[in-house]
């Protein structure tokens, strides 16, 4: 994995397979921390799936005995000055919360925020999801809920809508991160 | 800036044109998005193609994706399931072959051979 918008797409991709309708994901950077925080709705993890998580011989898969997924985002965190925290419970959701030390010199870059987001959207038509994005006093928010509402009935995935997207989520990050690869 | 106000815009535009689509019979584009697609590369190529299909404004095409479809080695791979022939699986693929996927395969019915999974086996064992 080469930057974290590519760990936060594995990761709601988890949230997409275990059944979820709504994801929300969340972006903070202050105070030297950036927060990630993803949670589900979805069928959720038992007590003994959440411990064993982390362990990289540990999937719910069936064409192989490894998952990559969450051992590499741990690691990512872990190798810069943070961490990563998975609650759950089952039938109720999961949360996965990544802190990592801004400027801490071994934290891979945010990476393209906008085409993660972007492609959940456009490629899940039956899913809702929530990206909130901040840095210090600036925020940006974007909800496929308050998108189809306002689309009533016009499918997501229609050529000027996606196009839209695209760029709706590319100025509002911009604004947040500053345009500087963060 | 865009605002939500454009959107309605949009869906008043959309609304005018009459393209709710037509569901059912229609071309699926799948892409494998596990950690093992997304490690190698699948999400440029699944954009890739979201744009490509409504660029051409393809409305009997969906795009989606899946998990892992067991060959890990052999990620990006895209599927493409139409109703008149069988499954094509193409593997390795880049944003740029995306493109001519959707233009040869998918607009003109030619699946691009150098591309496909058979393909690829064939020029393996060669070696």
New interface residues.
């Given amino acids: 994995?080469r930057d974290l918008s590519?760990h936060i797409?594995?990761i709601a991709?988890n949230s997409l397979?275990a059944g979820s309708s709504l994801v929300t994901i969340d972006i903070k950077a202050q105070s030297d921390v950036l927060t990630i925080r993803i949670c589900d709705n979805g069928r959720g993890m038992s007590e003994y799936m959440m411990e064993r998580v982390k362990s990289p011989f540990v999937t719910t898969?069936k064409?192989?005995d490894i998952?990559?997924?969450i051992p590499?985002f741990a690691l990512n965190c872990e190798n810069s000055g943070g961490g990563l925290k998975v609650t759950s419970a089952p039938k109720e959701g999961t949360q996965i919360l990544a802190t990592l030390g801004l400027s801490h010199i071994d934290r891979p870059p945010l990476g393209?925020i906008a085409?993660?987001a972007?492609?959940l959207a456009?490629?899940?038509e039956n899913a809702d999801f929530v990206l909130t994005a901040s840095r210090d006093e600036n925020k940006f928010s974007f909800d496929t809920r308050?998108?189809k509402e306002?689309?009533?009935?016009?499918?997501i995935?229609?050529?000027?809508?996606?196009?839209?997207i695209?760029?709706?989520l590319q100025?509002?990050l911009k604004?947040v991160f500053g345009g500087k690869e963060i | 800036m865009k605002s939500l106000k454009e959107l309605e815009e949009i869906r008043n535009k959309a609304l005018c044109q009459i393209d709710l689509r037509k569901k059912g019979e229609g071309i699926r584009i799948v892409v494998g998005m596990a950690t093992c697609g997304i490690a190698a590369g699948a999400r440029p190529v699944l954009s890739a193609l979201v744009e490509e299909v409504s660029r051409r404004k393809l409305s009997n095409v969906t795009v989606s994706q899946t998990g892992c479809i067991g060959a890990c080695r052999l990620e990006p791979i895209v599927e493409v399931y139409s109703p008149s022939s069988e499954k094509v699986t193409y593997v390795k693929v880049s944003p740029q072959m995306a493109g001519r996927i959707v233009a040869e395969h998918i607009v003109n019915g030619n699946p691009v051979t150098e591309f496909t999974i058979g393909y690829h086996e064939q020029q393996q064992q060669g070696r």
């Fill in positions: 994995m590519l797409l594995d991709e397979s898969r064409t192989r998952g990559l997924g590499l393209d085409q993660t972007a492609v456009l490629t899940n308050i998108i306002t689309l009533g009935g016009v499918p995935s229609q050529p000027q809508v996606s196009a839209f695209h760029q709706y100025e509002g604004q």
